[in-house]
């Protein structure tokens, strides 16, 4: 869902006062935040905010096709991993089950 037109698009202000305080020095230096809800601003542009991802913080430089996003989708919170190819455990039980299977015919 998306905010209303009438309100402004959320910032904590504590980052707010960063980035403010950053434009008036014209100074780059990389921002840390635990603000993954906050929405990116033309203020943010070309600055470097490190945002914490639940375990490290994550550096990203904003650009300008990124105002209006939350900061939170740029970075991942979790690793997805995939099944491993050499699991052959399965195929070992199976085998048994079988084995045990015939004995019990005889």
């Known amino acids: 869902m998306t905010r209303s037109r009438t309100k402004n698009p959320f910032v904590a202000n504590h980052l707010l006062r960063k980035i403010d305080k950053l434009n008036t020095k014209e100074e780059k ?3 840390v ?20 991802n639940g375990k490290e ?9 990124m105002v209006g996003y939350k ?13 491993e190819k050499n699991d052959n455990k399965s195929r070992r039980n199976d085998n048994k089950s079988r084995r045990n299977d015939n004995k019990s015919r005889r």
């Open 29 to 31: 230096e990389i921002i």
């Open 33 to 52: 935040t635990w603000s993954r809800a906050s929405t990116i601003i033309p203020a943010m542009v070309r600055h470097t905010i490190a945002i914490y």
């Open 57 to 65: 913080h994550l550096p990203i430089y904003i650009k300008s096709r």
């Open 71 to 83: 900061l939170g989708e740029f970075v991942p919170t979790f690793h997805l991993r995939g099944q």
